[in-house]
């Protein structure tokens, strides 16, 4: 499937089930069938971001679910939420988790770091206030009023 939308199929069908349904996080939508995930997700991708290279880091399965996490490096080629076409290459990070029926995609719940990608492409959507600068020492994380034990 993945290298299916890597190479540009337009035939999905044969990965995704009749009753597909695609449930994204914030900022990706949902899809309630597979013309809508082509229409509202494969198509803008492709529009937006091209030689997409997907690199998946580990699947892992149970049953009837499966589950991956990895990233799609990708040429910003034209407007992606609302940013025109830079060139630059940026990382896509995404996790996918899947549930397969008669072989194929049933149920897709995904999250793809949007926010990472906005800002590779020189977008904050946190304006400053994310959590990364406690990490780096560069502001002071808040504590619970009352006090916390170390």
Known sequence: MEAALAENSDDMAAHFHE???WMG???CG?????RAFRDNWQLPLRAAFTEREYRTERFICEDEWA???GR?????SGTFMGIAATGKRVTIPYMDFWQVRDGR???NWVSV????VLAQLGRDVFDGHGWEHFDDGS???PRPEGGVAP
């Open 30 to 34: 949902t899809k309630p069938d597979l």
């Open 113 to 116: 770091d949007f926010a990472a």
């Open 72 to 76: 799609i490096e990708a040429t910003h």
């Open 105 to 107: 995609i049933a149920d």
């Open 67 to 69: 589950s991956c996490f």
């Open 19 to 21: 009753d597909f349904r």
């Open 25 to 27: 996080n914030q900022g």
């Open 139 to 141: 502001r002071v994380p």
